[in-house]
């Protein structure tokens, strides 16, 4: 009888290990996928480009940091819309690698004008440096 208990206080330790392993990875596996769900639904829906940002009145004026203009850059590679920083023209489509990315100091704010095509569609941004 008694090695019939110390069979069957193993064989619940190792279905009670089972199990929590069990849920364990069943919990990884669902953060794992809302995670994937999230990716999935910022790079379809929005713009990677876009953020949110919490203005302390209204008042305020909208500037970017030189990493966020960089950032657009992106998007402008991808052919949506051309930009200009300083005055230097990166036409749609513009390679990034081809381009003299010095001009854009990650550290300065930048504010921008935007310039819509007849359709109402983003046609270019211009940047310019706060000073």
Known sequence: MREQTVTMIELAAALALFM?????????QSEIDSALESANV??????PAMTTINMRSSSDELTFSGSEVLFMLREVQQGMYEMSVDGV?????????????????????????????TSGALASIQYYKVR
């Open 89 to 117: 023209l990166l036409p749609r489509g513009t390679l990034v690698d081809n381009v003299n990315l010095s001009m854009i100091e990650a550290g300065a704010r930048y504010k921008a004008r935007y310039t819509y095509s």
């Open 42 to 47: 910022m790079t379809q829906e929005q713009s």
């Open 20 to 28: 929590g392993a069990g849920w364990f990875s069943f919990q990884m």
